[in-house]
């Protein structure tokens, strides 16, 4: 398995040249094998909701819930985040999900499935997807969920404990800007500047229910997330 992961391909061999829209890239998500993760889980779990939102949220991976029905965000985490998006007032239907690693990671333990971290090998491997689809939003504000996401479009050396809850240039603030700053803008391939954004860094909504002081938790994701709100221009 090891082996498997240090060699993983990749899902850029995966992606369409020709998929324009956020519907043509979940489509050709489904046939993925960019890593080993495929082989055990139920189905890739690509994001979901309006592709003109305006704050898009990036998570770590699907648990066994979002696994099972093939939507990010529907597990017990998935509801705590959209009671805290209630909560700091942001507007759910102008929000775009997703999840910097596509399939679920975890080990049986007898009939259950225990949830398991990505390694950073599947984070690269990964990665392609979350390029594309940045590629067809115009997001004004990035919400990264947790370690996992920072990883993924901050890289490895950014930690959400030292930086959270504080508005950053987007994409300035990637690992790798380039690879955000130039988007599709017709079904010609002609290219264009994304509009300039922000990133907003905090805690995954599953760190609240392992917290052992959960309320005080939750309060600091909504503090978090109604700097989003308020960032947001009327």
Request: proline share 8%; charged share 25%; net charge positive.
């Amino acid at each position: 398995m090891a082996e498997q992961t240090r060699n993983a391909p990749g899902a850029q061999r995966f992606i369409p040249p020709d998929a324009d829209t956020i519907d043509a890239l979940r489509t050709a998500a489904g046939g993925c094998r960019g890593c080993e993760l495929y082989r055990d889980a139920s189905q890739t779990v690509f994001g979901r909701g309006d592709e003109s939102a305006r704050v898009v949220l990036v998570g770590e991976q699907p648990g066994d819930m979002e696994d099972q029905k093939g939507l990010p965000f529907v597990g017990p985490a998935g509801r705590l985040l959209r009671r805290a998006v209630d909560d700091a007032g942001l507007d759910p239907r102008h929000l775009y999900l997703t999840n910097s690693v596509k399939h679920f990671r975890f080990e049986l333990r007898g009939k259950r499935r225990i949830h398991q971290t990505p390694d950073q090998a599947h984070i690269t491997a990964c990665r392609p997807w979350l390029v594309a689809e940045f590629a067809r939003l115009r997001p004004e504000i990035v919400v990264v969920l947790g370690a996992t996401a920072a990883k993924a479009l901050l890289g490895p050396s950014f930690r959400v404990t030292r930086q959270r809850g504080e508005l950053l240039p987007w994409p300035a603030s990637a690992q790798r800007p380039e690879d955000f700053q130039r988007v599709p803008v017709d079904s010609a391939g002609k290219r264009a500047d994304m509009p300039q954004a922000r990133l907003l860094a905090t805690i995954h909504p599953s760190a609240v229910l392992r917290a052992d002081d959960q309320d005080k938790a939750y309060e600091g994701l909504v503090a978090d997330l109604t700097i989003v709100t308020r960032a947001l221009p009327e």
